[in-house]
Structures are given as C-alpha cells and as structure tokens.
C-alpha cells in the first residue's frame, strides 16, 4: 500500500477529536500522511471564515497591546480588519462574485458586498470593547494565542486558547472568541473539557478554581464552565481511547464514512468519496 494512504501521527486536540466524531473518513482525509489534492485548487478560506480570523486576529494584536501594558485601542482594531478585509475582497473578487452572483433582489455589487464584511468585522470588535472585555477588568494577563501541547498518559494532547488569565479572585480562566453565529444548540463540551484539562494540568491543581467560557463576538453572550473531577476522568478517558484507535488503526478502511446532505455538500472530501457523493447526488436528483 502507498504511504500515503496511511494516516499520519495525530496529536489529540479538541478539533481533531470532533471531526473524528463527526465523520471518521473525513477525519482521516484531512491527517492522512500526505494528502493529495487531487488537482484541487488551493483553499480559498469563505468570506465568513477569513472575517473570524480577522477578528481574531485583531483582538489578539488588542490583548498583546494589554500584555506590555498599554491601553487597547477600538479604531486601530477595527482599522485593521477594514485593511485584510478589503485586501481579501479585491484578491478573490473574481470567486467571491463567482460564489454569490446575482440574485432575485439585484445584481451582485462588489463593493457592498466588502463594506458589508468590513461593518459586520466592526460589530464584531465594537462588541468585545463595550460588552465583553469589561468582564476581564481585574484580571492578571497569562498567555495568548499560543499552541500548547501536553502528555497525558504518555499521548500528546494540543490546545490553543485564546487567552488565559488570572481574575482578581484568583481563578485561572480560560477564554475563547467565537465569532461564528451563536448557536444555543450546539455542544461546546469537548472544547471546554480540553481547555479545563490543560489549566488543571498547567497552572491550576483545584478544579473549583478553573474557568472556561466561550465568548460570543457577535452576541457579546459567555458559555461559562467549571469543571468537575468527572469532566476531567472523562476528557482523559476519551483521550486514551481516540489515540489509543488513531495509532492502532492507519488504514483508511478502518475509518468509516459517515454520509449526510449537510456534512458532504460541504466536505472539501467530497470528491473523493463515493458515499458522500451518493448521497449528494440522490438529493440533487430528486430537487431536479
Ligand atoms: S463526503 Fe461525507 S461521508 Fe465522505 S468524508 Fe466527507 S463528510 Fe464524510
């Protein structure tokens, strides 16, 4: 069998273990030793996910600002996402008006279509000035952005939070942006297990001293968690047991398709895997 076809080591992180969880073919697709992109062209991010990393981006250059104790600035922040974003619009102008084109309330208009990013980017950043830093007022500056990894068990564990403080209280809390929609019914837990994990085995031995929230830029809205010995048994059990199959099973026939309309129509595997496909094309077929 070709190298290639085997899956590559994987550290076990929060993301990987989702899309584990959420289609175990796509999971190996995405961490096989070395993908081919099949002649694919090379990945243009959406608008949408170029805006969350923009706004990322922006607040983190924000919190280093605060690290070495200067003020946090609104306008150089939202100057900032205006720069990338408009940069991005005119770079992939052709695609993005390729992707939208027009519609039953008009034509496409390029340049709506950048002011539009750059005001929801705005009300983005707006909302961490006015409703969600205020929250950290008190708080001591730990790290940020920055790539952890960590043994547990003896199997690699990474993580990358936002940001990590210490409150005037005293706990140790663990932040991450999140600048999609807010989605009430989606399941944070793994992410926030992974984030506990690490502050209990980096900084914070009592678990009643730990904070995770998950910060909404869009809604100003926390999801707040404190964990429990529970939370943190059953993050490390799921660790030992995801890596324990990922080193033991390399082969792509050991990692199942997991086919709906919504996950394929949107899987950058799509073309090549035939059950996503199927399932595709079935609805396609019936819409005709
Ligand atoms: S196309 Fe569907 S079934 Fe195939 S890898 Fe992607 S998500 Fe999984």
């Not at 096989?32 to 099949?38: I, L, P, R, V």
């Amino acid at each position: 069998m070709d190298d290639s076809e085997q899956l590559a080591h994987v550290n076990w992180s929060a993301s990987a273990a989702r899309l584990f969880e959420e289609c175990p073919r796509r999971f190996f697709y995405r961490y096989q030793q070395s993908e081919s992109t099949g002649g694919h062209s090379e990945y243009t991010p959406t608008p949408g996910v170029y805006l969350g990393t923009v706004v990322h981006k922006s607040l983190s250059a924000q919190i280093a600002r605060w690290a070495r104790g200067e003020n946090i600035h609104l306008q150089t922040a939202t100057d900032y996402a205006r720069d990338k974003l408009e940069w991005y619009v005119e770079a992939n102008a052709e695609e993005i008006a390729d992707r939208n084109g027009d519609t039953d309330e008009g034509e496409f208009n390029i340049d709506s279509f950048a002011h539009s990013l750059i005001r929801t980017a705005r009300e983005h950043i707006k909302q961490f000035f006015r409703v969600i830093w205020p929250h950290f007022e008190g708080h001591r500056y730990i790290a940020h952005e920055t790539r952890q990894t960590f043994d547990i068990a003896e199997e690699p564990v990474t993580v990358q939070p936002d940001l990590c403080t210490r409150s005037a209280e005293g706990d140790f809390v663990v932040t991450d942006w999140k600048t999609g929609a807010y989605d009430r019914f989606s399941n944070p837990t793994i992410q926030m297990q992974a984030y506990a994990l690490y502050a209990h085995e980096a900084y914070e031995p009592e678990f009643r001293r730990i904070r995770v929230q998950l910060v909404h830029t869009g809604s100003g809205e926390f999801d707040r968690m404190v964990p429990t010995r529970d939370d943190i048994r059953r993050v490390r059990e799921r660790i030992t047991n995801e890596r324990s199959f990922w080193n033991s099973q390399r082969d792509v026939g050991s990692y199942e398709t997991d086919p709906t309309v919504k996950k394929c129509s949107q899987c950058s595997y799509l073309h090549r895997c035939t059950d996503g496909q199927a399932v595709v094309g079935d609805t396609q077929n019936q819409s005709k």
